[in-house]
């Protein structure tokens, strides 16, 4: 199941990508649609939005989202029951059943979702530090950054700039798939990964969980999938990033990927 790895967790999946990456600006097609070099850097939060909505829809409408009454759903439940995250924030998270799938992606609208593998995998406390992770991610604007640069780019933009910037209208007559795989695909940065990790440390903290957790599920995707190098040399590998958490929190807890499963319960 390598290949079903998503980047923002392990940081590997540009293994399975080829071409430019997705952060790179078309310039030559901006121009071509009659943007300006300004105009394509002021994307406006009404376009974001919009963009986002249609596209966790289609995610949901096509992936399986477990059912209320599934075994995932009450760990998710029971995890967020008290879950403490920052005023103003509005976070709308769902699973996804997809056995073997370790994975988890989130928008700048807030919506997060889980792959069920990664439950089957982690303990609750793991999946708490993932779901802060994420969280992370739109909490400190790494999400809107990363769909701002995947709109920029893309034929939808062009689109609504056709229809006098129209998005409703745009999105309806466009094709989104290719953007929904790139927005769930997203690639951050090094410095925007040990950010959010550090935000699920916060989260994971305030919950009353030991932050060994977040090292311990970080070694299990090492243990997993390990420590390829990206194509992309500024992407972080799980172990380098466990490694930076133990450094940070001045603790050790381990190379799980020389020890097996970790278990800290
Ligand atoms: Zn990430």
Sequence with gaps: MKKAI????TCVTALA???PPAMALDLEGLVDAGFGLFRAATVSD???NALCAASIQKSDKENSVVEKNSAYTARLAKL????KIDRGLRINIKTYHAPGVVNAFAFPDGSVRLYSGLFD???DSEVLY???HEIGHV???HT???TRAIYTTSALRKAAAASGNNMAAAISRHNLTDIVEKLTHSQYSQANEFEADMYAVKVVRENNIDPRYCVTALRKLEALYGNQGSVFASHPTPGARAEALEKELGIKVGDAAQQGVISLR
């Design 6 to 9: 998503s980047v923002c967790i």
């Design 144 to 146: 809107k950054s990363a």
């Design 139 to 141: 909490a400190l604007g």
């Design 80 to 83: 967020t029951k008290d879950l």
């Design 17 to 19: 990508m080829s071409g």
């Design 46 to 48: 009404e376009e974001i």
């Design 121 to 123: 995998v982690m303990n």
């Design 130 to 132: 993932i779901l802060g």
